[in-house]
T-cell receptor
Framework: AQSVAQPEDQVNVAEGNPLTVKCTYS??????LFWYVQYPNRGLQFLLK??????LVKGSYGFEAEFNKSQTSFHLKKPSALVSDSALYFC???????????????FGKGTMLLVSP | DGGITQSPKYLFRKEGQNVTLSCEQN?????MYWYRQDPGQGLRLIYY???????QKGDIAEGYSVSREKKESFPLTVTSAQKNPTAFYLC????????????FGPGTRLTVL
């Protein structure tokens, strides 16, 4: 069974500082990885995804994520945080279809990012 | 929220009543999904549909039912058999099942009184 761990319930960072939101995963074979963001009382918005290729993936709003196969991690990063980045962030994983057939997406429990002015 | 609408935004239900949550998409996506979100638990999959007239149970389907009679619509019924229905419900769609990122609606907050 696949799983996602987001070890931090909350991450606090000052505006202008770099931020990292951690994600580790467990899946059979190679992963298909996503990051989503959710603002209060809203649906989730897609930020970025990793399928294959370059381990550093760039996404929306200046976010990027680094895939590390040996550590089974896909941490979300941004060089300079904004107060408007404050939101709930979800990591999600599924196996690549070619290796396992169809499979559903599994989400982590989410990490609240709070950026202070 | 990208072409997916959910209604109503807030819904109140008395115990013992069935209630139907609406989800409509104009993205011409084949696949649609229903998730339940509870504080501290992330998203859990209730039902999903890969194509019209087809749907499968997700991880927590008990007490819920769905239909997929039209490509653009995937309504979710929360039945009286669902023991703890108070939650935030999210509908999503993707171009095809599994391959593409999912686009989410704004959600419906259901409260059982």
């Amino acid at each position: 069974a696949q799983s996602v761990a987001q070890p931090e319930d909350q991450v606090n960072v000052a505006e202008g500082n770099p931020l990292t939101v951690k994600c580790t995963y467990s899946v059979s074979g190679n992963p298909y990885l996503f990051w989503y963001v959710q603002y209060p009382n809203r649906g989730l918005q897609f930020l970025l995804k990793y399928i294959t290729g370059d381990n550093l993936v760039k996404g929306s709003y200046g976010f990027e994520a680094e895939f590390n196969k040996s550590q089974t991690s896909f941490h979300l990063k941004k060089p300079s945080a904004l107060v408007s980045d404050s939101a709930l962030y979800f990591c999600a994983v599924r196996p690549l279809r070619e290796e396992s057939g169809y499979s559903t997406l599994t989400f982590g429990k989410g990490t609240m990012l709070l950026v202070s002015p | 929220d990208g072409g997916i609408t959910q209604s109503p935004k807030y819904l109140f239900r008395k115990e013992g009543q069935n209630v139907t949550l609406s989800c409509e998409q104009n993205l011409n996506h084949d696949a649609m999904y229903w998730y339940r979100q509870d504080p501290g638990q992330g998203l859990r999959l209730i039902y999903y549909s890969q194509i019209v007239n087809d749907f499968q149970k997700g991880d927590i389907a008990e007490g819920y039912s769905v239909s997929r009679e039209k490509k653009e619509s995937f309504p979710l019924t929360v039945t009286s058999a669902q023991k703890n229905p108070t939650a935030f419900y999210l509908c999503a769609s993707s171009l095809s099942y599994g391959e593409n990122e999912q686009f989410f609606g704004p959600g419906t907050r259901l409260t059982v009184l």
